[in-house]
């Protein structure tokens, strides 16, 4: 089965520095989803990632999946408190199977 | 637009008790989904809808979960008797057809935060 790992589990960075938040699949995905979730609140859609290479930016938060379509990382320039949250990367292993998510990684950003 | 409704957001109940989760997916969107996410873990999937057809329901606990889609739009689920393991949060998600590939974007409710004491 599909399984997603995410690291760090957890991050704490101040105000205005930058991030990176990975994901690594053990097969090869055929899509890749990063999603922002608030405590007590549902999860919000980021970005999708389809093709081996391919980096989408939005604002200031840029992800990239890696040629083998195995890996993924979100990276956020110049942190701010809104950013904070937990970050789940979700994939669509292939065709026609359900949707999976990593376990998350729960950011904090110190004014 | 709005969005994915689900209801209610929180609900206290003693164990053995029944309990029942609804969820209005956005209009049009014939694919609905049912996560459950303990804390600090990702979303889970209990059940996914086509539909009314439930496609794919291996991982609900059919002992004591049930769930319904009637006329393929509101979705019911419901959990009897409960137990203090089944505290968590119950998310529903609804997206387009699921039967084209990509599964493209998930759009999910607030969620359903249970308590069993």
Redesign the interface.
């Known amino acids: 089965s599909q399984e997603l790992e995410q690291s760090p589990q957890s991050l704490i960075v101040q105000e205005g520095k930058n991030l990176t938040i990975n994901c690594t699949s053990s097969k090869t995905l055929y899509g890749l989803y990063w999603y922002k979730q608030k405590y007590g609140e549902g999860l919000i859609f980021l970005m999708m990632l389809q093709k081996g290479g391919e980096e989408k930016s939005h604002e200031k938060i840029t992800a990239k999946l890696d040629e083998k379509k195995q890996q993924s990382s979100l990276h956020i320039t110049a942190s701010q408190p809104s950013h904070a949250g937990i970050y789940l990367c979700g994939a669509d292993p292939y065709y026609g199977q359900n949707f999976v998510f990593g376990p998350g990684t729960r950011l904090s950003v110190l004014p | 637009e709005a969005g ?1 409704v689900q209801s209610p957001r929180y609900k206290i109940i003693e164990k053995k008790q029944p309990v029942a989760f609804w969820c209005n997916p956005i209009s049009g969107h014939n694919t609905l ?1 049912w996560y459950l996410q303990n804390l ?6 209990l059940i ?1 809808y086509e539909n009314e057809e439930a496609v ?1 329901d291996s991982q609900l606990p059919k002992d004591r979960f049930s769930a319904e889609r009637l006329k393929g739009v509101d979705s019911t689920l419901k959990i009897q008797p409960a137990e203090l393991g089944d505290s968590a949060v119950y ?1 529903c ?1 609804s997206s387009l057809d699921r039967s084209g ?11 359903s ?1 249970l308590t069993v004491l």
């Open positions: 994915v989904y600090g873990q990702g979303p889970e999937l996914r794919d998310l998600a590939s990509p599964a493209g974007e998930l759009f999910f409710g607030e969620g935060r």
